[in-house]
């Protein structure tokens, strides 16, 4: 048969989630630790109470010049200094470029939040995985500017013009000996920085992999790059706080930013063994590709549903569910004028039916929209709906936008017992969408409270750069909840 033939003829159903193997059983995993930097706070607490308030993180650009840029606002994390993470965090900051500074900051309040001994795990089975949509791009084009200034080089830039550096900096910051990796598929990064993560915890290659997601758009030349694709929010720069309105009719684009998530996972048997206080389980994840001869268009791309709902389906079966017990979907939903509406109409196909039974949010309302940073957050996100039995609003959410279809928005938070959350994600262009599949720990799992244990940081850390004061302390735990 040749191949023309093959190609033109119609599409085999294609197989989804992790294969089986006869016999073979997956190891259960479960999040451990939250640790989220963002615009609306740092530190579980902080994040979490802004974020079921409808707290937005918007305002005036700040961290490069926005003079000549269409859109005029960002979600920058304010007063972000890594002295308040890290003893000495001021020198090394000199050196760092920001989104590893936020990536190791976040793996700071990670494992803190934890409570996990370092050198009583196997530091050759405890990996890291970070996700970067841009890496240090910003730092790598400032390199231009000092050439053509006739200015001297740093040193230190040959390492930095690696996507890989933030994973090389956290993994020698803690002592951390096992598998070291990074993702860099777009906006996606984050969620398939913990999909991957997911398999190789699975399979039982690893003991416990510290996951980040980290990114900081607001550069010149992303901001000039995203406003010539007609991608960003142009309408509401005089009114910042309205800008970000996920399947809302007035929607005018995203809102660019930056902002780390990180989350520990461990196989459910470490956890068990040191009497961990467990988030969630990490039961599914699935990414699918568009395929089918895609071509990239910033201004009229093909509204092509199938590779969405391929996604939100997989996961849902990767976690051994059925549509009708995902309860709550954190959707994409980044204000984008044509993507939420692929989306929207994606969960409709992708739930039939079940679709009045979810509760659909957008952490981006509040957040924006900034590479891996902001599916790692959604992931953070779902792991204290779990938790705390909230589920998050979707502000700015007026006039539901016809065209995304009927959707259940959230747009105040709701009290609720949440047993199941899909977390969903969607790749510049619609080349790819990732989904990853959160459920509350199984009945009969005794669920630890924190404040039980306290983190021991390990003794091969680094001698002059280690965790600041605060978090050698132990956690106090949340009220009038136990947490």
């Given at each position: 048969m040749s191949f023309w033939k093959r190609?033109?003829?119609?599409?085999?159903?294609?197989?989804?989630?992790?294969?089986?193997?006869?016999?073979?059983?997956?190891i259960p995993v479960v999040v451990t630790g939250v640790g989220p930097i963002s615009a609306i706070g740092?530190?579980?607490?902080?994040?979490?109470?802004?974020l079921i308030a409808g707290q937005h993180g918007f305002g005036p650009i700040t961290l490069c010049d926005a003079t000549a840029s269409p859109s005029k606002i960002a979600a920058e994390v304010k007063d972000f200094r890594l002295e308040r993470y890290v003893v000495g965090g001021e020198i090394m900051?000199?050196?760092?470029?920001?989104?590893?500074?936020?990536?190791?900051?976040?793996?700071?309040?990670?494992?803190?939040?934890?409570?996990?001994?370092?050198?009583?795990?196997?530091?050759?089975?405890?990996?890291?995985?970070?996700?970067?949509?841009?890496?240090n791009l910003g730092e790598t084009l400032g390199l231009a500017t000092r050439i053509h200034q006739g200015r001297s080089i740093p040193p230190h830039a040959a390492f930095h013009a690696f996507n890989h550096s933030s994973a090389c900096i956290v993994s020698s910051f803690f002592n951390i000996r096992g598998p070291m990796h990074t993702a860099t598929s777009g906006c996606n990064s984050g969620l398939d920085a913990l999909g991957q993560a997911l398999r190789m915890l699975q399979t039982g290659v690893v003991d416990a992999m510290l996951v980040i997601g980290t990114d900081c758009e607001v550069v010149p030349e992303v901001l000039a790059a995203l406003n010539a694709s007609g991608s960003l929010v142009t309408r509401y720069n005089d009114s910042p706080g309205e800008a970000s309105r996920p399947f809302d009719r007035l929607r005018?684009?995203?809102?660019?930013?930056e902002g780390a998530?990180?989350?520990?996972?461990?196989?459910?048997?470490?956890?068990?063994?040191?009497?961990?206080?467990?988030?969630?389980r990490l039961a599914g994840y699935q990414i699918c590709s568009a395929g089918h001869n895609r071509q990239y268009s910033h201004d009229a791309p093909e509204i092509d549903l199938r590779p969405c709902v391929r996604a939100l389906r997989g996961?849902?079966?990767?976690?051994?569910?059925?549509?009708?017990?995902?309860?709550?979907?954190?959707?994409?939903?980044?204000?984008?004028?044509?993507?939420d509406r692929l989306e929207g109409l994606a969960i409709a196909e992708a739930f039939g039916a079940d679709l009045s039974r979810l509760r659909i949010h957008s952490t981006k309302s509040m957040l924006g929209q900034h590479g891996a940073g902001s599916s790692a957050l959604q992931a953070a996100a779902a792991c204290l709906t779990l938790r705390r039995g909230i589920v998050p609003p979707t502000i700015n959410h007026v006039e539901p936008d016809p065209a995304c279809g009927p959707l259940p928005i959230v747009t105040r938070a709701e009290t609720r017992v949440v047993s199941r959350v899909l977390v969903h994600s969607i790749g510049l262009g619609g080349f790819y969408y990732s989904a990853a599949a959160f459920e509350a720990p199984e009945a009969g799992f005794e669920v630890f409270t924190t404040g039980g244990g306290q983190v021991q940081w390990s003794e091969q850390r680094h001698p002059k750069f280690q965790p600041a004061e605060e978090f050698r302390r132990p956690l106090e735990p949340w009220s009038p909840q136990a947490d």
């Open positions: 190609s033109h003829q119609a599409p085999r159903a294609e197989p989804v989630g992790l294969p089986e193997t006869p016999g073979a059983t997956r740092c530190g579980r607490n902080a994040f979490w109470k802004s900051a000199r050196h760092t470029p920001r989104p590893a500074q936020m990536a190791l900051a976040a793996g700071v309040l990670a494992l803190h939040d934890a409570e996990l001994e370092l050198d009583a795990c196997d530091p050759d089975r405890l990996g890291v995985f970070v996700g970067t949509s841009i890496g005018n684009g995203n809102v660019i930013g998530a990180a989350l520990l996972l461990e196989s459910e048997p470490h956890a068990r063994r040191r009497q961990a206080r467990l988030y969630a996961a849902v079966r990767d976690a051994g569910w059925s549509r009708d017990q995902v309860e709550v979907l954190s959707a994409n939903g980044s204000s984008s004028v044509l993507y």
